[in-house]
């Protein structure tokens, strides 16, 4: 086609025709530029049934050639005409002059990228169609497969579990009283189910784990845990581990002694005088007069004799608090003990006024707090607020500042 021969507005209509992007303004050489490109080759995929059990393919080499080099020499004598241009930020007309340059380059590049994708998307669709049918026999062979690999399954399952009923069975029988406390589950290994390890190589794998767990029930059983036994023992057949067991009981045992030893200490600290037992004893009985003469004796109704009074014995007030603490962490225990500890110590120095600053605290807590402070001896006042609030409502700004 004779571009040269052509009219601007016949060149653009050619050029939408073709879905190259023309943008106004654009000269005519640019326009044929981009028209005189050749169009691709397409690239062929032919399934040869030659053999039905095989998938043979005859591919046509595919090959693209364009007028790279005559495009390429255009654009760089479009680009020449902009290589001594030094445009000034400060000049209105420069700023707009970079705009109308900046819109026209953009589109030429934007001309090339379009094509680009153009002959790509053509170059491409053999490929696809291809990958689609294949795709689509090779899932009809995967519908197939998933459907004999379901009854597959089904007969592995059922294999799982006769295997597992027998060990079961063979649990009960060789556990004895153990069964009782330790479940099937506690013992098994998953891998007994694979298909790789026979049932009988897996019973004597069994048996000697019940062995193990007997033995060292026997020595847990043996260890001197005083009070804590029993609970050592239930943490025994949760985990199965000897040590953890009696490192359990260790610690029961420890918490216990430092509790013991906190209520004894409380007990001292703040002994209350407790009620004694009333020392009344009943008066004897009055006797009764001598009955006048009278056709019938008349016998006196005989005194009411008092009751001693029922007394109520509180207990005392260190047991009290002791009895609170046991709901405490045993972290929480130690730190009201060493707070007990430092309020009966005497005083090393004399008190000077000092500044508590708390974060936060809710009503509850600085009444708590205040209790604990009076204990050790110190008074004050809670104010609300941060210390330059409570600084500035006390003194006033020039308080702070200075």
């Not at 106004?24 to 062929?44: N, Q, R, T, W």
């Not at 020392?279 to 016998?299: F, G, I, K, L």
Request: aromatic fraction near 6%.
């Amino acid at each position: 086609m004779d571009y040269k021969s052509m009219t601007v507005a016949q060149l653009t209509a050619e050029a939408k025709a073709r879905g190259v992007n023309v943008y106004k303004g654009m000269k005519k050489a640019d326009i044929i530029a981009l028209l005189e490109k050749e169009e691709p080759l397409e690239v062929d995929a032919e399934v040869i049934e030659e053999d039905e059990q095989d998938l043979s393919v005859h591919t046509l080499p595919g090959q693209i050639s364009a007028n790279f080099d005559a495009l390429e020499a255009h654009v760089d004598s479009i680009l020449k005409d902009y290589e001594g241009w030094q445009p000034s930020a400060d000049s209105a007309e420069d700023v707009r002059a970079c705009a109308d340059a900046r819109k026209y380059l953009n589109g030429l590049a934007k001309q090339i990228d379009e094509r680009r994708k153009a002959v790509k998307n053509e170059y491409l669709r053999p490929l696809n169609a291809f990958e689609g049918r294949s795709n689509a026999i090779r899932d009809k062979i995967k519908s197939a497969v998933a459907r004999i690999q379901a009854v597959e399954k089904e007969a592995d399952e059922a294999r799982k579990r006769e295997k597992e009923n027998a060990l079961r069975e063979h649990y009960q029988e060789v556990a004895g009283l153990l069964a009782d406390v330790v479940p099937y589950e506690a013992i098994a290994d998953p891998k007994w189910l694979n298909k790789s390890p026979h049932v009988e190589n897996c019973k004597k794998e069994l048996e000697d784990r019940c062995r193990k767990v007997a033995k060292d029930w026997d020595a847990l059983k043996a260890q001197d845990l005083g009070d804590f036994g029993e609970q050592a023992e239930l943490r025994f057949f949760q985990s199965l581990d000897l040590g953890e067991a009696i490192a359990w009981a260790h610690k029961l045992a420890e918490d216990k002694k430092r509790l013991d030893a906190m209520k004894s200490e409380l007990s001292s600290y703040q002994q209350e005088d407790e009620p004694q037992p009333c020392d009344y004893q009943p008066a004897e009985a009055v006797s009764a007069p001598q009955p006048v003469a009278a056709p019938v004796p008349v016998q006196p109704a005989p005194i009411p004799v008092p009751q001693p009074a029922q007394v109520t014995v509180e207990p005392s007030m260190g047991w009290q608090i002791a009895n609170e603490l046991e709901s405490f962490e045993p972290a929480l225990q130690s730190k009201v003990l060493e707070a007990v500890r430092l309020a009966k110590a005497t005083p090393a120095n004399a008190p000077v006024p000092c500044v508590m600053v708390i974060d936060s605290a809710t009503t509850e807590q600085m009444q708590a707090v205040g209790k604990l402070c009076g204990l050790v001896g110190v008074t004050g006042v809670f104010k609300r607020g941060t210390l330059a609030e409570v600084c500035q409502r006390t003194y006033g700004m020039g308080a702070i500042n200075g």
